[in-house]
């Protein structure tokens, strides 16, 4: 994920939260599975397609938007990235 980051979509990674894969895999860790969630929005919302996702996102009833907004700004704001600097 933070290669895709760093590579694809040029932001840096800096501070960047890592999920904890073995914890996931092994303990089925909230926390560490919450984190690569929001990094896999953010990633979805910032790559080629962010268009069609946003349209898919916006189809979902409006807890739900909002629930993935809150996850996706959360990661752009410790970043300061805006969504739209693809």
Known sequence: LTQYFAE???KPTSGLEVPDLQAIAKDR??????IMCRITIAIAVQC???REIIARI???NE???HFLMK?????CR???WSIHDH
């Open 78 to 80: 410790l970043h300061m």
């Open 48 to 50: 080629e397609q962010n």
């Open 8 to 10: 694809v979509l040029q």
């Open 63 to 65: 807890g739900d938007q």
């Open 71 to 75: 996850a996706i700004e959360q990661v």
């Open 58 to 60: 916006q189809q979902l």
């Open 29 to 34: 860790h909230v926390g560490a599975t919450l």
